[in-house]
């Protein structure tokens, strides 16, 4: 949601280059969630993927995402990013959130994040503030990032309105165990976007 918070344009940006205006059909500020619905889709092969259940997540999973940090610098092009599970939850015991070890920048925000099989547990939301956390308790933060529990966007699917509402729940198809990362992220490319406010 903080990404778009404010926005007085919202527009979508494929992997193929297209750009099409968004808007917000549903949003969750307490929970940094939105819903965006993009007014079309290009003719591009997307994937399906699995928006599974955040309760299964354990210290120490392996997890990745895809997204654009700092695109304005690293350019537009999608980027992964690899780590662990740190906590099961966030600052001040956090329910809501894992602490993940995932390289986090502006840009990343509102990206999925990947378990091993390629399911997704959560969403990229946030990182420890070092200049904030350096003036209040002099400590320099390292790496220290955050990711809202998929069980928070399940909890908003029954908000959708009918008719945007895949019959398989959004959970057709998963990666399967013997394939490459890379090889799902070709699979996958096509559905993440890049978001570009005004």
Excluded: C, W
Excluded at 32 to 49: C, E, G, H, V, Y
Excluded at 115 to 144: A, H, M, W
Excluded at 152 to 178: F, G
């Amino acid at each position: 949601y903080h990404v778009v918070r404010g926005a007085k344009s919202i527009k979508v940006k494929f992997q193929n280059g297209k750009k099409v205006a968004a808007e917000v059909i549903i949003k969750d500020s307490q929970n940094d969630i939105a819903f965006l619905k993009p007014q079309s889709i290009p003719n591009i092969r997307t994937m399906n993927l699995l928006l599974t259940d955040s309760s299964s997540v354990m210290l120490g999973d392996k997890v990745f995402t895809l997204g654009y940090p700092i695109a304005t610098v690293l350019g537009e092009n999608l980027k992964y990013s690899e780590g662990v599970i740190n906590s099961l939850s966030g600052v001040g015991d956090d329910p809501k959130v894992f602490q993940i070890s995932i390289p986090t920048q502006s840009g990343n925000s509102g990206g999925p994040l990947f378990n091993e099989r390629g399911e997704v547990i959560g969403i990229v939301s946030s990182s420890l503030d070092v200049v904030k956390t350096q003036q209040q308790i002099g400590i320099t933060p390292q790496n220290v990032n955050f990711a809202i529990k998929s069980s928070l966007v399940k909890n908003m699917l029954a908000m959708l309105p009918e008719n945007l509402i895949s019959p398989t729940d959004l959970s057709l198809v998963q990666r399967k165990s013997k394939g490459s990362i890379s090889n799902f992220v070709q699979q996958v490319e096509n559905n993440i976007v890049l978001i570009e406010v005004e």
